[in-house]
Structure formats: structure tokens, C-alpha cells
């Protein structure tokens, strides 16, 4: 049986929709898992039964994370928030944390996640991290515009057999403070953070950059799915 993993989908204030990019289905699937969708419940008996139907979480990407998830105002240059998604993800985050569940959390996933656990994240990297470069690219979604280095011993660092790899970037908020219990295992140049571990579950990883977007260009991000599907089994 392949492993079922739970992608988790941007939400349409206005319209009230779930949407996803297929670029989340087609990793999952070419990686030997199950794609399956998760709209936004309300209900906490239907959001537990989620936790415990699937064998492997993958939050996506999406609006920027409302400051109040971790204990801040709004800064002026704060985007568009989704707030029934903030909650119904952050809880379903540490449900899945309790439950030790297979998490890879892509772009927003990573500052939920962090959030989720009592981290902090930054609501604009231009304004608030000295010297930045560009993190939100105007090229295509696959192509690689900035390095970043990985720590050594990490997991990420086995994954990609690598301290170094050129990643996309699509983002303005960032990991600020890291939670309790997780590691930083990858920067940019100029320290924005670009991955994080968690050093207590088997298999809890964020990253900031769209690798559902790069494998089918290089093979090498494909091994991050192939990982956190075979995680989940």
C-alpha cells in the first residue's frame, strides 16, 4: 500500500474556495504516495479524524500567516492573511506533532509550522533582515536564483548529498525566532533561514523554497518527496 499524505490547500477569502497548485499533487504521486486534499473544517472530531487518516502531512503554500498566530501586530507591509486557514492549520500542525506524523512543510508551511510549535516569524524580510537579497524572484517557478548553504549531519544534508544547492524563492515573510526543539539546517546568504528540523519526531522538516516546483528540471529535490513519503510509511 502507498503511503496516503494530506496536502493542505490555500484558501480564496472572497470566493470561500480551497484551491492547490498541481505541483504539490505530482511530487507526492511521482514520489510513491497518495495525494490527498485537505480543505479547511471547522469541526475538531473531523479535523482529528484527518490527522489519523493519513500517513504523512504537506503544508503548502499560500498567504502570508497572520502575526497574532505568534503573538505580534500587523506591520504595514503585511500581505493578504487567510485567517480560517491560520487556525485550522495551525491546529491540525500540532495534532500531527503529537502524533508524530511525517511533516514536510513547503514556503508558508515552514513559518506555520515554527509558529505552531512557539516559534516567530518575520512579517517582511526587506524590512526587517539588514542587507537582504531577493526572495520573491520574477523567473520561472523552476528555475534556481539563490544558493543556500545546509548543515552538515542534517537531514536535509543527506537528502540533497550536499552543503550547498541553488533553491527558487517565492516569499517575503521568513522563520525569525526558531521553536523549541527544532534546528536550523539551512540559510541564504544573507542568514535568512531556509530550512528547519525538528530534533524530537522522525520526520518534521520545513523549507522556504518550492521544490514541487524544481524535480521535474533536477531530479535531486525529487529525493526530498521519495524521503518524506517513505517516512510516512
Not at 499533487?25 to 473544517?41: D, N, T
Not at 475538531?44 to 500517513?55: I, K, W
Not at 511525517?102 to 515552514?110: D, K, M, N, S, T
Request: negative net charge; charged residues 20%.
Amino acid at each position: 500500500m502507498r503511503p496516503v499524505i494530506g496536502i493542505t490547500c490555500a484558501h480564496d477569502n472572497e470566493l470561500d474556495r480551497a484551491y492547490l497548485n498541481q505541483f504539490y499533487v505530482r511530487a507526492v504521486e511521482k514520489a510513491g504516495g497518495i495525494p490527498v486534499l485537505l480543505p479547511i473544517v471547522g469541526d475538531g472530531v473531523c479535523l482529528n479524524q484527518m490527522v489519523h487518516m493519513v500517513d504523512g502531512l504537506l503544508f503548502s503554500g499560500g498567504a502570508d500567516l497572520d502575526p497574532l498566530c505568534f503573538g505580534q501586530e500587523p506591520m504595514n507591509r503585511l500581505g493578504e492573511i487567510t485567517p480560517e486557514r491560520d487556525f485550522f492549520e495551525l491546529e491540525l500542525a500540532r495534532q500531527a506533532l503529537g502524533a508524530d506524523l511525517a511533516i514536510l512543510a513547503i514556503c508558508r508551511g515552514i513559518q506555520l509550522i515554527n509558529a505552531a510549535a512557539g516559534g516567530t516569524v518575520y512579517q517582511d524580510i526587506n524590512s526587517q533582515v539588514a542587507h537582504s537579497i531577493k526572495h520573491f524572484q520574477k523567473a520561472p517557478r523552476w528555475y534556481p536564483t539563490h544558493r543556500i548553504s545546509i548543515k552538515p549531519g542534517s537531514q536535509l544534508a543527506s537528502i540533497l548529498q550536499s552543503k550547498e544547492v541553488r533553491v527558487n524563492s517565492f516569499h517575503h515573510q521568513a522563520v525569525a525566532d526558531v521553536a523549541s526543539g527544532f534546528k536550523v539546517t539551512a540559510v541564504a546568504p544573507d542568514g535568512v533561514i531556509e530550512a528547519i528540523e525538528s530534533e524530537n519526531h522522525k520526520f518534521v522538516m520545513g523549507l522556504q523554497c518550492h521544490p514541487e516546483c524544481m524535480w521535474e528540471k533536477d531530479e535531486t529535490f525529487l529525493r526530498v518527496f521519495k524521503y518524506f513519503v517513505e517516512a510516512g510509511r
